[in-house]
């Protein structure tokens, strides 16, 4: 079990660090050791916990406007794609978890070219969306706010490729930086977010028979080894450049995709 402690304390650190990134890397790396529908129910539950935390600490800079709007589409969305996961061959959920962490890569890359190229082209500066959030800079996709309606929407798409193929923060993300969120409002909200994410995605894989008792063990290994990287994710994040955040981001996504691939 002791893979599974590394997962978690991995993922805790990655999300806590950068925002989004960590549930990403996790889930590739447990498909790897069991069924993808087992990895994205024993995931979830671990996730839910990890995220809880994570909000304690965050706990007065989270946007409640923005958590109760999309959290509504985030549930709806995630029960529908809950419930279409037990259905789902293995090698498609294997599949599905490389194109959500692609485009994941694709979505950091062009934020940096879209960085680099309003401050002048300096790299110093060239955070993507979700670093320069977690940071405190602005962001190209934060122009204008998303309105209640399209963040609801919003949330039904992204509840239901979070629930079918995790790696949910890839639509999270610039959602919420065009929520006009930064900095510890930006991280909290997120945490806030998954875990009305998550806790959907427990109860439609309850619905559909995921679970079992045999996977109470590697859940509470899981949500004990979150806890702890969400606690040094934080040590860590003050500690960070704009620059290094910026990096760790990008290359949780390239991780993801070569885990996933290297399932299939």
């Known amino acids: ?107 950091v890359a062009y934020q940096r070219w879209l960085a680099r190229g309003a401050s002048g082209a300096s790299v110093a500066s060239g955070a993507s969306g979700a670093a320069r959030a977690a940071a405190g800079g602005a962001s190209p996709s934060s122009v204008a706010r998303l309105s209640a309606s399209h963040l609801g929407l919003a949330g039904v798409v992204t509840g239901a490729i979070g629930a079918g193929a995790g790696g949910a923060g890839v639509l999270v993300a610039p959602l919420l930086l065009a929520s006009g969120l930064r900095r510890d409002a930006y991280v909290g909200t997120v945490a806030a977010c998954a875990i009305v994410l998550n806790g959907a995605r427990v109860a439609g894989y309850a619905m559909g028979g995921l679970y079992s008792v045999s996977m109470v063990p590697a859940i509470g290994l899981l949500s004990g080894a979150l806890v702890a990287g969400n606690l040094l994710g934080r040590w860590l994040r003050a500690r960070m450049s704009v620059r290094l955040i910026d990096q760790v981001e990008l290359a949780a996504p390239t991780g993801a995709i070569a885990l996933a691939l290297a399932g299939l």
Do not use: C, Q
Request: charged share 10%.
């Open 1 to 107: 079990m002791t893979w599974l402690l590394m997962i978690g304390l991995a993922a805790g650190v990655l999300t806590t660090v950068t925002g989004v990134g960590g549930g990403m890397v996790a889930l590739s790396l447990l498909s790897l050791v069991m069924a993808p529908a087992s990895a994205l129910a024993i995931s979830a539950a671990a996730f839910a916990v990890g995220n809880g935390h994570r909000v304690t600490l965050f706990a007065r800079s989270v946007d409640r406007w923005v958590t109760m709007r999309f959290g509504l589409g985030l549930a709806v969305g995630a029960l529908a794609g809950a419930a279409v996961v037990p259905h789902v061959p293995d090698e498609a959920l294997r599949l599905a978890l490389a194109v959500v962490a692609a485009v994941s890569l694709a979505r």
